[in-house]
């Protein structure tokens, strides 16, 4: 029953996050796409009145007129009623923050060691990966604060966001590791929200209306934050869905992979902020592809070769699988915590192992990312066994 409420509490938080995410950050690159949009006023006294750039557009079969105040409107009162963009950003980051709870910490032994890799205890693995998010916070802010060259920080945030790729890899599981790099990043992105972006607005406001004129620096920090989150956003979605791709977190060099997916990420975001401008500068897309082709060329798995393949007699492959693979992908899994197969996989008949046999190929002999965590302690003579099996063709007769 623990396992079946913990289950239902993954899929309720997990669609949370979905859900607040997609508001989040549909949201962030509307409003980037408007802010670069903007033109002058046309009529002057929209200028008069404090108006900064309009935008007309036409969705849904109406027509909207944006128009942006830099320091609020001239010769009257700023609305009192406000929207403010802060409740997607903040949901999405509670619910992230649950899911990794959930999963990750609850369980830990599962998901996050990875005894292989580190021994170590729960109590440790839960501590470095709640306390490494605090610090690299602190790391970025404060990198933030005395860098005032924007490429030049752009260049050390990236790297250090590898640095932490290959950081967490090497203590944590492969898929942890991709998992903590994510909620880094969605880390550092909401607290720009919290601590920086809201509070110099609301400073903004307060100074409006008592009749000042507004500090314009918490608007130049909130624009910085705002900007560096936007070059975030492709980087982190391609982290939440990775762990439905273990040929890349669970490649020997899988933060150097995830380097390169994140430099494309950015690559591509870049491209779009540049056609709000008008700029339609393809060879940034196009660098972006070649990267992911190269990656995926270096990355390719070699075939298993047929004259290296021995007589391995399909009994001796169903027994390691049974012991090592089926007691969670069965149709009535017998490892605690797993109430249900793992992706619908099951391998619990010659049938459905010859039918799996090119995802064991690639998660249990290329990737060696199955059993998860090994758990099961699959040991290297049995896995050279299953690939001597899957060369020979996977016979199961």
């Not at 010859?354 to 049995?382: C, F, S």
């Amino acid at each position: 029953m623990e396992s079946y409420i913990v289950d239902w509490l993954n899929l309720g938080v997990r669609w949370l996050h979905f859900i607040s995410g997609i508001a989040w950050i549909g949201a962030s690159l509307y409003f980037v796409m408007l802010d670069l949009s903007l033109k002058p006023p046309k009529k002057p006294e929209d200028a008069k009145r404090g108006v900064d750039g309009e935008l007309w557009a036409v969705h849904g079969g109406g027509f909207y007129q944006s128009q942006k105040f830099l320091t609020g409107p001239k010769g009257e009162p700023l609305s009192e009623d406000l929207h403010w963009s802060k409740w997607e950003a903040y949901t999405t980051w509670l619910s992230g923050m649950g899911l990794l709870a959930i999963l990750y910490w609850y369980g830990a032994n599962a998901y996050l060691i990875d005894p292989s890799v580190a021994a170590l205890s729960v109590p440790a693995a839960i501590a470095i990966s709640a306390g490494s998010l605090v610090v690299g916070w602190l790391v970025y802010d404060t990198l933030c604060k005395i860098i005032k060259n924007e490429l030049a920080l752009s260049i050390i945030v990236y790297v250090l966001v590898v640095a932490a790729a290959w950081g967490y890899s090497q203590v944590f599981s492969a898929r942890a590791a991709y998992v903590h790099v994510g909620a880094l990043i969605g880390t550092i992105m909401v607290w720009n929200v919290f601590f920086h972006i809201i509070p110099g607005q609301k400073q903004m406001v307060s100074e409006i209306r008592a009749g000042k004129a507004p500090d314009p620096r918490p608007g130049v920090i909130g624009k910085q934050r705002s900007v560096h989150n936007t070059y975030f956003t492709l980087p982190v979605l391609f982290i939440m869905i990775s762990n439905h791709y273990p040929m890349t977190y669970g490649n020997k060099y899988g933060w150097a992979v995830l380097a390169v997916i994140m430099l494309a990420g950015a690559l591509i975001r870049q491209y779009f902020v540049l056609r709000h401008v008008g700029k339609n500068a393809l060879a940034l897309p196009a660098v972006a592809v070649v990267l992911l082709l190269g990656l995926a060329v270096i990355m390719a798995p070699a075939s298993p070769s047929s004259a290296a393949a021995g007589a391995v007699k399909f009994s001796d492959v169903q027994l390691i699988i049974a012991r090592r693979c089926a007691v969670c992908h069965a149709e009535k899994p017998t490892f605690p915590g797993f109430p249900q197969p793992p992706a619908g996989v099951m391998l619990d008949s010659p049938e459905r192992i010859k039918a799996a046999a090119p995802r064991i190929h690639q998660q249990t002999i290329a990737t060696q990312t199955m059993p998860i965590g090994n758990l099961t302690k699959m040991t290297a003579e049995e896995r050279t066994l299953l690939g001597q099996w899957l060369a020979a063709g996977a016979p199961i007769n």
